[in-house]
């Protein structure tokens, strides 16, 4: 709690009474709590692939060079961890981007069925050596939705691209329909599933179930963050439902209505 006082005076001399304005910090306090851990954790997750970066470029020098087998699994591991930073760095561009409502004025009426068809056709390298079977079911009737097409097309990007690294085999079923002026996408998966002790953490940044597994997929730890400031701009809201060995299912609601940003 922060405390401050003023006298109040009517003339020079006559002593009306104090002001005094008492602010509850706790908000505060917390929000830059956040902003430290996030630089902090940004520098570690940084760190670790540039450290790697650099010990396979000394070994290298050091005459690793020489032997070609070995240049071009450690150059494969290089060219991996540079791969790492750079999407890491794109995430945490994007976020802040979010965050500061940039670029917010491109919004205009989207067809969310075109949407989600774009990001299968994007995603498709992605699972193509997968026994895996990914299906869109979207109403007929689902309303345009305004909104900035980059935004919804990242959300959906996300969730359906983890959906696709952490299901082995199966199905990933993504359906978008209208429920009580809501947009409501649901992306749904057959894979490792997520313990329930895990779910209240799933959006925080940096925040992984399995470190190991993440990183081999190439995960930054951003992506489910992402997805939930955008859910925030549009004021909407997402549930989680999962049982480990059988799935994953995550359900957002966007309300429609114009938003004037
Ligand atoms: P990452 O880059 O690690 O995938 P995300 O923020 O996208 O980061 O997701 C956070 C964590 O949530 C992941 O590391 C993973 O453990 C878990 N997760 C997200 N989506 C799924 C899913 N569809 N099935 C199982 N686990 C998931």
Redesign the pocket.
């Known amino acids: 709690i922060s405390i401050y006082a003023n006298p109040i005076k009517l003339e020079k001399t006559k002593n009306l009474g104090i002001l005094l304005v008492i602010e509850d910090m706790t908000q505060i306090r917390k929000l830059e709590n956040i902003r430290t851990d996030f630089v902090s954790n940004v520098s570690h997750e940084l760190k670790t692939p540039l450290t790697s970066i650099r010990g396979f470029v000394d070994t290298l020098k050091n005459g690793a060079i020489n032997d070609e087998t070995v240049a071009k699994r450690f150059l494969d591991i290089i060219d991996i961890e540079t791969e790492r930073l750079y999407y890491l760095i794109q995430d945490i561009l994007l976020l802040s981007e979010i965050e500061s409502k940039q670029n917010e004025k491109i919004i205009q009426y989207n067809k969310i069925p075109d949407i989600i068809d774009e990001v299968t056709e994007i995603l498709k390298p992605r699972w193509h050596n997968k026994p895996l079977e990914v299906n869109c079911q979207c109403d007929d009737g689902v309303p345009d939705f305004l909104c900035n097409k980059d935004r919804i097309k990242q959300l959906l990007i996300?969730l359906v691209d983890?959906?696709i690294?952490?299901t082995e085999k199966g199905q990933i079923s993504i359906r978008c329909f209208d429920a009580n002026h809501y947009l409501v996408i649901e992306v749904e998966?057959t894979?490792?599933?997520?313990d329930q002790e895990h779910i209240p953490r799933?959006f925080e940044r940096f925040?992984?179930?399995?470190r190991g597994?993440?990183r081999k997929?190439g995960?930054?730890?951003?992506?489910?963050?992402i997805v939930k400031h955008i859910v925030e701009l549009y004021e909407g809201n997402i549930k989680v439902e999962s049982e480990v060995g059988k799935g994953?299912k995550f359900i957002v609601k966007l309300p429609y209505k114009n938003i004037e940003k």
């Not at 894979?191 to 997520?194: M, Q, R, S, T, V």
């Not at 995960?219 to 963050?225: H, I």
Request: without cysteine; glycine residues 20%; positive net charge.
């Open positions: 996300n983890n959906a690294k952490y998966d894979g490792i599933g997520i799933l925040y992984r179930v399995d597994r993440s997929q995960g930054t730890g951003l992506g489910l963050s994953t």
